[in-house]
């Protein structure tokens, strides 16, 4: 079979591959395999200076590997290497670390539904490590600054006053007109927008305050800015506009009980009861385009024992 195949015999790479056991057990194998080598060289007319060498160099590597806790490809990525994020796959044969942080890739993809600091070290790592698949890798020695980037990243909902909730990783619904139209409270929003179709109330395990919420995917948040430009204000329900269409008069019973006498119920200060002004013949008014804000202020006028009459919905303040 020719002396080279006795040099690195099965036995000493199963050795060098398994657990790592004592160093005088390792080098007696070692020096048992050299002298099974040169005794092959000695009985061989084609063993040459040269092989016995190369016998030796391996046997010596193999003895570098065993001392440093393993087989040779633990060379290849340090036991203590880590990604970014627990969710990146490392590659050990690569060394590359696979981005799989939602708010970064949407970043990175430019799908518009998060935000990341475009001006860190990391970003320039994992720009210069992509395909036409949309897949982002970086060097895991370069996590660090990975890291960074990932900290930087947020949610963007589908207008600045929704706000993202982090234990429902769900943006709430705050555009005015949207969500009293959503709650059956009137203003005007198209019905056969696709982006209404992503909104929901929160799910029953959620926490009293965000039972009645509307929520939707911040993934759906350029579909919802979609349907949000479909909504227009009006007058709060029962109240009529004025002769100038840009205006509003307050018929609200509860609230025009909280003006002439007081009203318990409503909250006293805030946006929806800061926005109605009072005429010179004792009536009260409103623009137009604050209807939804004054009609949140309505709902708090309506609570029985906390809870807004007909709505189910819990609120200390304008909705």
Not at 106 to 118: D, E, N
Not at 132 to 138: A, E, I, L, R, V
């Amino acid at each position: 079979q020719g002396t080279f195949s006795c040099l690195l015999p099965l036995g000493c790479f199963k050795s060098c591959e398994r657990s790592p056991r004592t160093m005088g057990s390792f080098w007696s194998r070692a020096s048992s395999a050299m002298d099974r080598t040169l005794s092959a060289v000695r009985s061989s007319t084609r063993g040459t200076a040269t092989t016995v060498l190369i016998g030796a160099a391996i046997i010596i590597v193999l003895g570098m590997a065993w001392m440093s806790g393993g087989s040779l490809s633990s060379y290849r990525v340090p036991h203590t290497a880590r990604c970014a994020d627990g969710n990146d796959i490392l590659n050990p044969s690569t060394q590359m670390c696979q981005v799989n942080n939602a708010w970064a890739l949407s970043f990175l993809r430019g799908q518009g539904w998060s935000t990341c600091a475009a001006d860190l070290p990391g970003m320039a790592v994992l720009q210069r490590h992509h395909d036409s698949t949309g897949k982002f890798w970086y060097p895991y020695n370069r996590a660090a600054e990975v890291r960074e980037v990932y900290r930087s990243c947020a949610p963007v909902c589908a207008a600045q006053e929704d706000a993202y909730h982090s234990q429902l990783q769900m943006c709430i619904v705050r555009y005015p007109a949207a969500r009293m139209w959503l709650a059956g409270y009137g203003q005007s929003c198209s019905k056969s927008s696709e982006g209404s179709g992503f909104i929901s109330k929160a799910g029953a395990g959620s926490s009293r305050s965000l039972v009645q919420q509307f929520v939707y995917a911040p993934a759906n948040a350029r579909q919802v800015e979609q349907f949000y430009k479909t909504c227009r204000s009006t007058c709060a329900l029962g109240d009529e506009i004025m002769a100038d269409g840009k205006h509003c008069q307050v018929k609200d019973v509860d609230a025009m009980r909280f003006f002439h006498e007081g009203n318990q119920h409503c909250v006293s200060s805030g946006p929806g009861v800061s926005s109605i002004s009072n005429t010179k013949d004792g009536g009260y008014f409103y623009p137009l385009r604050l209807g939804p804000i004054v009609q949140a202020w309505y709902l708090t006028c309506k609570r029985k024992g906390g809870m807004l009459a007909n709505s189910g919905s819990e609120s200390s303040g304008d909705p």
